[in-house]
Each structure stands twice: as C-alpha cells, then as structure tokens.
C-alpha cells in the first residue's frame, strides 16, 4: 500500500510536469527568448545533450561547467531574473547563472529534439522527452539529499518548497522511466560527491559523454562554499 507521501508526490509529479512544459505568460515575448553559448568541441550532431535533477541539486553548476569546457549550452536570459528576485548581499544562490529555459520555449512540440548537439537543462520530471531514436539522450542526472535539496530551497525561496519525501520520490520514478526507455542514458551524479572530487568525477563524465574536452576549464567553477545546505548541519525534525 503506498504512503500518503508516495500518492502525494506520484500527483505533485504530474503537475510539476504541467507547469514544466506549459508557458505560464504565452503572450510574454521574453519568455521566448533563447539563446546559446558557442560550441568548441567536436560532439555528435544528433544527441540531445542534457542536465536534469530537482531544484537546489547543483544542475545549474554543472550547465556552467559544460559552457567552460566548451559545450554549446542553450538557456533563457530572462530566467536570470529568478536569482535577482531571491539574491541579496548576503545570498546568491547561483553566481554563474541559472542556464534555464522558461515554460514557453520547453513546451514547444518536439522539445526538446530541435537542441541536439547541444545541452539544455530541465528540472522536475523528464517524463515527455520527445523521441530521439537517432542519437538518443545523454542526460547527466544531478542527485542530492532530498533533505538537504529541500533545505536549499527552503533557502531560496523563503518558504517550504518541496518535502523530502517528494523528491526522492520524483526521482525514483523519473531513473525508472530513463530505464524504460531505449534512447536514453543517463549518469547519476551525486553534487556532494562531485565537489569534493571534481576532476575524477568530470573524467567520468567525459567518458560517458563521449566527447573530449580539458577538465581543467571547469575545476574553475565548483565552489564548495555554495554547499550551504549540509544533512549533517541540519536541525532534527524540520521535515516531520
């Protein structure tokens, strides 16, 4: 029988998906912006290149480091706005950009097809990936402790965000729809791990992109003092 928390998130998953790939203003010209960083690389023209994860999982550092390694990375200036709202003096939750594209630009048919090549960052569910049966998705897959995940965002914006019990549970059903299907692969990458050892972890995921590229241009990047959200610092039954 599954938990009031399992049924909850199995209903928030699929809203989340509503409010991923549906423009909340269609009429807003600047949520239809896009742009891209130029490509130095020599990548496979027909793969969809990507990073997922919930929010607060370190998908954001991990966009900024396929640009500074020389990926052609594809966001929406506009969502810049997103950190200017929730930032202060004191608190930047992501100094090196958001690298998202807004609902507008992410519900378009086909999304997110038209990007191959490219990489392009998407939050939540990953449940409508239009099929790529040529060259398939590579999607580097940031993990966090759900409660340290929830905490950040807590952080960010102000105000509960999203339970624990929720993204574990929207994660595990997300890998078990990677699973399912034949043009996905996907690398799991656990943020805490990776700022600890980031040059091992990129040797990694350059192999499993396939693509080579100097490490060295994205150790600069990782920041350990953004990790402000720690489970062992966390006080006892915040979740409860």
């Given at each position: 029988m599954e938990s009031s928390w399992t049924s909850f998130g199995i209903r928030e998953m699929s809203r989340m998906q509503e409010l991923t790939f549906r423009p909340t203003i269609p009429d807003d010209p600047?949520?239809?912006?896009?742009?891209?960083?130029?490509?130095?690389?020599e990548v496979d023209p027909t793969v969809n290149y990507m990073v997922g994860g919930m929010m607060r999982t370190g998908t954001s550092m991990m966009m900024d480091i396929m640009r500074a390694v020389g990926f052609s990375v594809v966001f929406n200036p506009g969502r810049q706005a997103t950190i200017d709202e929730n930032s202060d003096e004191h608190y930047n939750p992501n100094p090196g950009g958001l690298y998202e594209l807004s609902a507008a630009l992410m519900s378009r048919p086909k999304f997110p097809w038209m990007h191959r090549g490219k990489f392009v960052k998407t939050l939540g569910t990953l449940s409508t990936l239009y099929p790529n049966p040529e060259g398939g998705y590579k999607i580097i897959y940031m993990r966090r402790d759900p409660y340290e995940s929830a905490d950040s965002q807590l952080r960010f914006f102000g105000k509960p965000n999203q339970h624990p019990d929720l993204i574990a549970n929207t994660v595990d059903l997300t890998l078990r729809h990677f699973d399912n299907r034949r043009d996905v692969q996907f690398l799991e990458v656990w943020y805490r791990k990776f700022i600890d050892h980031p040059w091992a972890h990129l040797r990694v995921i350059q192999a499993f992109l396939g693509v080579e590229f100097d490490v060295l241009k994205g150790l600069p990047v990782v920041d350990r003092d953004l990790c402000r959200s720690k489970r062992e610092e966390l006080p006892e039954g915040v979740w409860e």
């Amino acid at each position: 029988m599954e938990s009031s928390w399992t049924s909850f998130g199995i209903r928030e998953m699929s809203r989340m998906q509503e409010l991923t790939f549906r423009p909340t203003i269609p009429d807003d010209p600047e949520s239809r912006v896009e742009d891209s960083t130029p490509c130095t690389l020599e990548v496979d023209p027909t793969v969809n290149y990507m990073v997922g994860g919930m929010m607060r999982t370190g998908t954001s550092m991990m966009m900024d480091i396929m640009r500074a390694v020389g990926f052609s990375v594809v966001f929406n200036p506009g969502r810049q706005a997103t950190i200017d709202e929730n930032s202060d003096e004191h608190y930047n939750p992501n100094p090196g950009g958001l690298y998202e594209l807004s609902a507008a630009l992410m519900s378009r048919p086909k999304f997110p097809w038209m990007h191959r090549g490219k990489f392009v960052k998407t939050l939540g569910t990953l449940s409508t990936l239009y099929p790529n049966p040529e060259g398939g998705y590579k999607i580097i897959y940031m993990r966090r402790d759900p409660y340290e995940s929830a905490d950040s965002q807590l952080r960010f914006f102000g105000k509960p965000n999203q339970h624990p019990d929720l993204i574990a549970n929207t994660v595990d059903l997300t890998l078990r729809h990677f699973d399912n299907r034949r043009d996905v692969q996907f690398l799991e990458v656990w943020y805490r791990k990776f700022i600890d050892h980031p040059w091992a972890h990129l040797r990694v995921i350059q192999a499993f992109l396939g693509v080579e590229f100097d490490v060295l241009k994205g150790l600069p990047v990782v920041d350990r003092d953004l990790c402000r959200s720690k489970r062992e610092e966390l006080p006892e039954g915040v979740w409860e």
